[in-house]
């Protein structure tokens, strides 16, 4: 992989890590695009997904912040509640990693195919999401928490935006929009990470040469900052699109390209 090929990667992962468009499916296609093989795209995922937590981190760091002062007191708090609907919210996703990952890893080398239809049921869900009005709920309660989840869990296939997911299936339960963005990107914290945990297990297990084959340092170092600084400003520009309730653009936008790598699986 070139460095102009890892600058691309990595602003696009950034960037479709937080908007509802589907980073997993982006960086399937454009790995189909770049010719990537399979350790080498596995390696690069690893780097630029760590780079999208950090940019979260970045970005909502007085949420995080306040959440850990809060747990720390060792008192039934506000924050308590917020990191145990965190932590309900990871049940789904966990069970899906450690009893179906090499499902799931099937599916991503099953070509643009899935991705294309992944796609344009993120597309439907966003569209959805957007025309329905549900009666507003001031928080988000355990049970909400378990089904945005499943929404995450779910949305590990490939094209399945996960915070498109997410925030579409907190919408139609009647979330208000100001919480749930937030409250979007911190439940998916913990899943990247063990999902980064995990492959680089994968990649230990390959021998560190051969996940790097292909793949230069300086591409690695390139895509990483790449995915760092458009993880913050897609960040900050996700949550006040969900709160202006924009999200049908998106709609359109990921049936578009969802069509496109249908039409992409044949011709290439």
């Given at each position: 992989?070139?460095?102009f ?5 990595g602003?696009?992962q ?5 908007l509802?468009v ?13 010719g ?14 760590v780079a ?19 747990l ?20 789904p ?7 179906f ?9 099953s ?14 869900l ?5 025309y ?8 988000i ?15 590990v ?5 996960r915070s ?11 979330n208000?929009k100001?919480?749930?963005a ?6 998916v914290i913990p ?22 084959a ?5 591409a690695l ?5 790449a ?31 969802g ?6 699986n044949?011709?290439?």
């Amino acid at each position: 992989m070139e460095w102009f090929e890892a600058l691309i990667l990595g602003i696009v992962q950034g960037l479709t890590e937080y908007l509802p468009v589907s980073s997993s499916g982006h960086l399937a296609i454009g790995a189909t695009l770049f010719g990537m093989n399979g350790e080498e795209n596995l390696t690069f995922t690893v780097a630029v997904h760590v780079a999208t937590v950090l940019s979260t981190c970045v970005i909502l760091w007085k949420e995080i912040a306040w959440l850990f002062s809060d747990l720390f007191k060792f008192k039934w708090n506000d924050g308590t509640k917020y990191v145990v609907n965190i932590l309900i919210s990871m049940i789904p996703v966990a069970i899906v990693g450690f009893c179906f990952k090499d499902k799931v890893e099937e599916v991503f080398g099953s070509g643009l195919l899935v991705v294309g239809i992944c796609l344009l049921v993120t597309a439907s869900l966003l569209a959805f999401s957007y025309y329905a009005k549900p009666r507003q709920r001031e928080s988000i309660s355990p049970i909400h928490a378990f089904v945005i989840g499943i929404a995450q869990a779910v949305a590990v296939l490939p094209g399945l935006s996960r915070s498109g997911s997410t925030i579409a299936t907190g919408l139609l339960l009647g979330n208000k929009k100001e919480k749930l963005a937030q409250f979007s990107f911190l439940m998916v914290i913990p899943p990247i990470l063990g999902e980064a945990l995990l492959d680089v297990k994968d990649m230990a297990e390959v021998g560190v040469s051969n996940a790097m084959a292909g793949l230069s340092p300086v591409a690695l170092i390139v895509g990483f900052l790449a995915a760092f600084v458009s993880g913050c400003l897609a960040c900050k520009w996700m949550i006040d699109i969900v709160k202006r309730g924009k999200l049908i653009w998106f709609a359109v936008y990921c049936t578009v390209v969802g069509i496109a790598a249908i039409v992409m699986n044949y011709c290439l």
